[in-house]
């Protein structure tokens, strides 16, 4: 490889990471507006309606769905919650996030209240579009 290689492959670089700034900061504001619209503005709008699910054509069924974020805030006295509880499978020396979520999804969905000392779970509920 030559000088004239490298200069070339540093401008070439310097041209992708522009690019990517532009993609990402583009990226940004796309996400911003996708999560107004399929955590808010939906989910309120068929709430109103009384809607679960709603099939339009071209773009698919559109339902909404509990979702939630999940965290451990005391992890000893979680982990110990989690063991007296029944979520034993859960904890190993790490208790892996999208596990965790899942379980939390599921235990949420049957009822179950998780220790707002130990546990940080915020429910929400999005919109989803399912097939076409």
Known sequence: MELN???????????????????????????I?????????????MA??????LTIDGI??????????ATMKDKPGAY??????????????YVQPSTFKAAVKDALKN???FPDELFSITPFTRASIVGK
């Open 48 to 53: 109103e309606l009384d809607l679960r699910t």
């Open 111 to 113: 009822g179950q209240t």
């Open 5 to 31: 290689d490298v200069i070339t492959s540093a401008r070439r670089m310097r041209i992708l990471q522009e690019q990517k700034e532009v993609i990402e900061e583009t990226l940004k504001g796309i996400n």
């Open 60 to 69: 698919g069924r559109v339902q909404l769905t509990l979702d939630c974020y």
């Open 80 to 93: 110990a919650w989690l063991t007296e509880h029944g979520y034993d499978g859960l904890v190993q020396p």
């Open 33 to 45: 507006e996708l999560d107004s619209i399929r955590l808010k503005q939906i989910p309120e709008a």
